[in-house]
């Protein structure tokens, strides 16, 4: 139940990707971890924790044992943005009436989804203070905005299938008294600065509905951003305790999977393999005792995945289906959107063996492009073998998402288990070992 209730709390207090980056920093900190800064040369030792962030957004930490029995890497990645609506730059729309504020859909958001539920704003703002440029993690901690349904009275076709323009149907109002830059106004208020030293924002809406444990023994859990924030709080809790002799242990969270990770702190970026080689670097590895190092090395991409639906059993593939609270979901897909192959499969079920853990394999049905991780595309800077796993969830995509609450125990344990052992490979022979 601590895992099932922490996990909640985490996602309350994940208001905007920003905000859950914070959190995992703030619990790094409080486990003893030194932060690192990109724009510095790293001085890094034996038995010491370290971690660094890049643009507030993603984060990179690792457990350095002593260097020289280093054989692997373990890496568990994950990704801590969601869909939602970010507020854009000249946000106020003119209305006689009322205050509402331009968005965009960031990710593939279910839309429907959006209205008719209180809204909050989260994110962050730079400023302009003595010359320098500062930037500010905001959250309003308020009900702002709603996105109200038109009647049905005035659309009589709303529950024949209903097609959303995002230009007019997602539109948030904030107020019935229209003033001039009246979003900009409401930013100074918060900051107590001036309109003018305001200079950009990065904001998003978020359904402000509090996460919760629910069913007759709680064996639910509902939320906004559970795809992907369990995989977040699973693998910072495995990573918190785990520890192995013979492999460098990394943590990594990163933003943009939602619109292609092809972004600077995206997975398709050189954060995660620049970071590992400054590792090794600060000890005189060279390249070529790097890549051998890395030639060992494995990679749990972690992302929740789609549990059957009970309304709807027919959408999901005959013989490869998951549900919740079964256990760990392993990913599977021909056209590799999901990167896991026969190896990785196998080493995933020993895992879960060997932890006492359950899993389910997962595969689209056929005619279905299904979802899509972001571990293929990280393959280019990073080519180690790499398995796709998450937990099953239900409304994916959804301003309010639920999963099995008793996954979240599962899932925390097989991480666990990645964490406390060493994989090695000798030809087509694979080893895992403590």
Known sequence: MVNRRGFVDFLNKSSSTYHAVSEVERQLIEAGFIKLKENSTWTLENNRYYYVVRNQSSLIAFKIPEIANVKSVNIIASHADSPCLKVKPIADIKDSNYNRINVEVYGGALLSTWLDKPLGIAGRITTKENGVIVSHLVDFKEDMAIIPNVAIHQ?????????????????????????????????????????????????????????LLWGENKEFVSGGKLDNLESVYTSLKAFLLGYSTNSL??????????????????????????????????????????????????????????????????????????????????????????????????????????????????????????????????????????????????????????????????????????????????????????
């Open 155 to 211: 659309n009589r076709e709303a529950n024949n299938g209903y097609k959303w323009d995002t230009k007019v149907d997602l539109i948030p109002i904030m107020g019935l008294e229209p003033t001039e830059d009246y979003f900009n106004s409401l930013l100074s208020k918060k900051l107590l600065v001036n309109k003018k030293d305001i200079l950009a924002h990065d904001l998003y809406f978020y359904n402000r509905q509090k996460a």
């Open 249 to 434: 242990n990394v943590l990594a969270v990163f933003d943009h999977e939602e619109i292609g990770a092809i972004t600077k702190q995206g997975m398709a970026s050189n954060f995660l393999s620049d970071t590992i080689e400054r590792v090794f670097a600060s000890f005189y590895y060279v390249k070529s005792d790097i890549k051998a190092i890395l030639a060992n090395s494995f990679l749990v991409s972690a992302d929740n995945g789609h549990g059957v639906h009970p309304n709807h059993p027919e959408m999901y593939d005959s013989t490869n289906q998951a549900y919740l609270n079964k256990g760990v979901v392993i990913k599977t897909s021909a056209t590799q959107s999901y990167v896991s192959d026969a190896i990785t499969i196998a080493i995933a079920k020993e895992l879960c063996h060997r932890a006492d853990v359950p899993y389910q394999l997962f595969a689209n049905i056929n005619g279905s492009k299904g979802g899509t991780t972001q571990a293929a595309i990280s393959t280019i800077n990073l080519p180690i073998n790499m398995v796709d796993v998450g937990v099953a969830q239900l409304a994916m995509h959804s301003s309010y998402e639920t999963a099995g609450s008793y996954d979240i125990n599962y899932m925390i344990n097989f991480m666990l288990e990645f964490y406390n052992s060493t994989i090695t490979v000798d030809d087509n022979r694979y080893f895992i070992s403590k």
